[in-house]
């Protein structure tokens, strides 16, 4: 079951800190390596949703797998903010590009094999349809 509480101590040259419940109650014993790697550092303060787990000093209870709760009217995450108009542009403007540059190598590929179909047939195939006198 996950929880929710705000970061109260944080002792980053030692890697650990206490996180107070939202519910209450005392707090609770969290280390770094329960946050993910790939995120900033911990800070004071900070909104966290965690679980739950006893440690083997004595059962107390500690911080378990972490996250960072996001707090309304605060910035969104960087990865999830879109581009730029200027970029998102300069994007349509390439996948168009690349999209009338298929349709016309479909094209001229298909101009060419039905080309060499005709002249590998000597143009029987058009002459059998009435389009092209037969020569003897």
Same mark, same amino acid.
């Given at each position: 079951? =996950?929880?929710?509480?705000?970061?109260?101590?944080?002792?980053?040259? =030692?890697?650990?800190?206490?996180?107070?419940?939202?519910?209450?109650?005392?707090?609770?014993?969290?280390?770094?390596?329960?946050?993910?790697?790939?995120?900033?550092?911990? /800070?004071?303060?900070?909104?966290?949703?965690?679980?739950?787990?006893?440690?083997?000093?004595?059962?107390?209870?500690?911080?378990?797998?972490?996250?960072?709760?996001?707090?309304?009217?605060? /910035?969104?995450?960087?990865?999830?903010?879109?581009?730029?108009?200027?970029?998102?542009?300069?994007?349509? =403007?390439?996948?168009?590009?690349?999209?009338?540059?298929?349709?016309?190598?479909?094209?001229?590929?298909? /101009?060419?094999?039905?080309?060499?179909?005709?002249?590998?047939?000597?143009?029987?195939?058009? /002459?059998?349809?009435?389009?092209?006198?037969?020569?003897?």
């Amino acid at each position: 079951m =996950r929880f929710e509480g705000t970061l109260k101590e944080w002792h980053a040259e =030692r890697g650990f800190g206490y996180i107070a419940p939202q519910e209450g109650g005392q707090y609770l014993f969290v280390h770094i390596s329960e946050f993910p790697a790939d995120g900033p550092p911990p /800070a004071d303060d900070e909104r966290l949703s965690f679980e739950i787990v006893s440690s083997g000093e004595g059962g107390r209870k500690q911080a378990a797998r972490v996250l960072r709760v996001q707090q309304r009217g605060s /910035a969104p995450k960087p990865w999830l903010v879109p581009p730029p108009p200027r970029q998102r542009a300069k994007r349509r =403007r390439i996948g168009w590009a690349a999209g009338v540059a298929v349709v016309l190598l479909v094209g001229v590929g298909l /101009a060419f094999v039905s080309s060499r179909g005709a002249q590998a047939d000597g143009g029987n195939r058009l /002459a059998a349809a009435g389009q092209v006198p037969i020569r003897h």
